[in-house]
């Protein structure tokens, strides 16, 4: 089940729905003042960057990994 970022008309507030179906968006209304004017923006995780390669941005060779013991004292 995705969940979407949508943006209140009315009052500006941006929120997250967990949405089942398509006929769920249209029930899908602002929890800072309940109206159902609301927008669906696009999500930061959503944008292409337009690049060709195809391929996603790797780590470098230093190793990026969880609990690789440089924490912070």
Known sequence: MPMYEFKCVKCGDVFEELIRN????NEVQCPGC???DIERV???FSVS???S????PTLGSSGG???GGGGFS
Do not use: P
Not at 22 to 25: G, I, L, R, W, Y
């Open 65 to 67: 990994s969880c609990g």
């Open 34 to 36: 309940n109206s159902h």
């Open 22 to 25: 398509s006929k769920d968006n």
């Open 49 to 51: 960057t337009g690049s």
């Open 53 to 56: 390669g195809g391929s996603l």
């Open 42 to 44: 696009l999500s930061s």
